[in-house]
């Protein structure tokens, strides 16, 4: 089966531009993740969506960040404008959905490759 | 407010000696614990995952952990490192509603021939 796709790979721009970057989840996940790894760190979730609903977006940075998950399948992540510590690798990752009465948290999270940005 | 601590910021070892990864949480509710795997260059992988089943958990390429609740940790042992294990470690502690996913700050193990 195909993993998660991301795009572009990696993107260089200057501050106070636009940028966006891509997610196609695991055909069926339901659940949606957008993760910033600022180099040295452990990732950090941004924001979680459950088909097209979020539900969990608390440690996104809603100044300048968005995020939409239109159809319950892929997803955008914006920032604008981008910011010289805005710079780190952005994750996105997909979870199925639980089945039979097992608890969401269980699911193992299955990774992109990431896109890595830098500011300038 | 759930948290995790890694205690160990860089592990070093000898290749064919034990490998331990250490990991405490702290969590208001029965959390759901995980250890992943990030190779230079490549995508974060699963090694294993704690769900309240068996205390002992076994994963990927001989790894495994063992949850204690008393302790509030989740360490990470390998009986015998191999050179392709050296790589950066994160534990991660998810809330029982499956929301508030928190990773640790990781711990990049070198293996030494």
């Known amino acids: 089966e195909a993993g998660v796709a991301q795009s572009p790979r990696y993107k260089i721009i200057e501050k106070r531009q636009s940028v966006a970057f891509w997610c196609n989840p695991i055909?069926?996940?339901?659940?949606l993740y957008w993760y910033q790894q600022i180099l040295g760190q452990g990732p950090k979730l941004l924001i979680q969506?459950?088909?097209?609903?979020?539900?969990?977006d608390s440690q996104l940075p809603k100044d300048r960040f968005s995020a939409e998950r239109l159809k319950g399948v892929d997803s955008t992540l914006k920032i604008q404008p981008a910011k010289l510590e805005d710079s780190a690798v952005y994750l996105c990752?997909?979870?199925?959905?639980?089945?039979?009465?097992?608890?969401?948290?269980?699911?193992?999270?299955?990774f992109g490759p990431g896109t890595r940005l830098t500011v300038l | 407010a759930q948290s995790v601590t890694q205690l160990d910021s860089h592990v070093s070892v000898s290749e064919g000696t034990p490998v331990l990864l250490r990991c405490n949480y702290s969590?208001?509710?029965?959390?759901?614990l995980f250890w992943y795997v990030q190779h230079p260059n490549k995508g974060l992988q699963l090694l294993l995952k704690?769900?309240?089943?068996?205390?002992l958990v076994k994963g990927i390429n001989g790894f495994e952990a063992e949850f204690k609740k008393s302790e509030t940790s989740f360490h990470l042992t390998k009986p015998s490192a191999h050179m392709s294990d050296a790589a950066e470690y994160f534990c991660?502690?998810?809330?029982?509603?499956?929301?508030?996913?928190?990773f640790g700050a990781g711990t990049r193990l070198f293996v030494k021939a």
């Open positions: 055909s069926g996940h339901a659940t």
């Open positions: 969590s208001s509710y029965s959390p759901s």
């Open positions: 704690y769900t309240s089943a068996a205390t």
């Open positions: 990752a997909s979870s199925p959905r639980s089945k039979g009465g097992k608890k969401s948290s269980y699911n193992e999270q299955f």
């Open positions: 991660v502690v998810i809330d029982t509603g499956g929301f508030k996913t928190i």
């Open positions: 969506f459950q088909n097209n609903g979020v539900v969990d």
